[in-house]
Nanobody
Framework: QVLFVETGGGLVQPGGSLNLSCRAS????????MSWYRQAPGKERERVAR????????QYADSVKGRFTISRDNTKNTVYLRMNNVMPEDTGVYYC???????????WGQGTQVIVSS
């Protein structure tokens, strides 16, 4: 079955950095767009970054552009999110999902919690 396992979250001070990872299984990872989403407390889940199967295209939400970098390793079925210069508004639970414009599956991972606070 489809499975996403997100890791790497934690408590970080404003201006700091984090590296998130997501290992996926249950589908042909190398042929799918992959996205990172986040859900802040009391808000809807939003997509923050996406990457094409062959890494030729990346797109970012305006709120993270220039600070976050999405990447992937198709040999490891893993997608990454490098978060630099984090801000308190980056706080939330981060999830990965297959799909670019919209989620391909109904099943989500447990997510990884990011808290940006001094």
């Amino acid at each position: 079955q489809v499975l996403f396992v997100e890791t790497g979250g934690g408590l970080v001070q404003p201006g700091g950095s984090l590296n998130l990872s997501c290992r996926a299984s249950g589908f042909t990872f190398s042929t799918k767009h992959m996205s990172w989403y986040r859900q802040a407390p009391g808000k809807e889940r939003e997509r923050v970054a996406r990457i094409s199967p062959t890494i030729t295209l990346t797109q970012y939400a305006d709120s993270v552009k220039g600070r976050f970098t999405i990447s992937r390793d198709n040999t490891k079925n893993t997608v990454y999110l490098r978060m630099n210069n984090v801000m308190p508004e980056d706080t939330g639970v981060y999830y990965c999902m297959a799909g670019g414009a919209s989620p391909l599956f109904d099943v989500w991972g447990q997510g990884t919690q990011v808290i940006v606070s001094s």
